[in-house]
């Protein structure tokens, strides 16, 4: 699903990934660790194609992401890839319902099917109570349990998800790595997910470890 060949990474003097490569396989869900400083955040955003690399090859279900547009590295981000940040950034004059259907409107999508996939989103992540609550109604998990459903919308191949407990107390990131683990099983879904939360990083399938813009394990 994602082969990532020997990506470096320089801002002004400082070098932030020093050749890293790393594969993940489908509906594999694979956690990335290491100390501040490390680079795992910057190489997210690099696989996710939020960044660039300066050197170095991606491969995204097959797609040589690396040698795309601009335009066409918008599109193949929004119609394959889904991202979980530690704030959720649900739009707040949006309610639930219309900010998970945001990236089906983007692609242009048919609304009515947008609406009834949402509804089908909500209903797997038991929130179809909340549909048309506005964020500042909903709790800090059910939050990101609506940016989760909004980052499966577009069934995307892979998901990145950057300390998507790293804002929660303890039982609604249990209730997080409990949905990533459901989401993996039923849905086939693949994650590359970077955090410090050992108990996330335990439920996963694999665990790559980072130092010094490296990957050390």
């Known amino acids: 699903m994602l082969q990532a060949e020997d990506i470096k990474k320089q801002y002004d003097q400082s070098i932030i990934l020093k050749g890293v490569s790393l594969s993940v396989k489908p509906a594999e869900m694979v956690a990335i660790m290491g100390p501040s ?7 997210l955003h690099i696989l996710g194609t939020l960044d660039s690399a300066d050197a170095g090859t991606i491969r995204i279900n097959n797609t040589p992401v690396h040698t795309l547009s601009k ?5 193949f981000r929004n119609e394959a890839i889904g ?11 949006f309610n639930a319902l219309e900010n998970i259907c945001l990236p ?3 692609a242009k999508k048919d609304k009515i099917q947008a609406k009834h996939y949402a509804l089908e989103l909500l209903d797997y992540m038991h929130l179809a109570d909340k549909a048309l609550k506005k964020p500042n109604e909903l709790s800090g998990g059910e939050q ?12 995307p191949a892979i998901i990145f998800a950057d300390e998507p407990t790293g804002n929660l107390d303890s039982h609604n990131a249990q209730s997080i790595h409990e949905l990533f683990s459901k989401l ?3 849905l086939q879904q693949t994650f590359v997910i970077v955090t410090h939360n050992e108990h996330l990083a335990k439920s996963t399938d694999r665990v790559i470890k980072m130092q010094d813009g490296l990957i050390i394990a």
């Not at 991202?83 to 004059?93: D, G, K, R, S, T």
């Not at 990101?144 to 069934?155: D, E, S, T």
């Open 71 to 75: 335009n066409e590295m918008a599109d």
């Open 184 to 186: 993996r099983n039923e």
């Open 37 to 43: 400083g490390a680079g795992k955040s910057t190489l």
């Open 144 to 155: 990101q349990r609506i940016a989760i459903a909004r980052a499966l919308i577009n069934k």
């Open 83 to 93: 991202f979980v940040f530690q704030f959720h950034h649900l739009l707040p004059e």
């Open 104 to 106: 089906q409107w983007i």
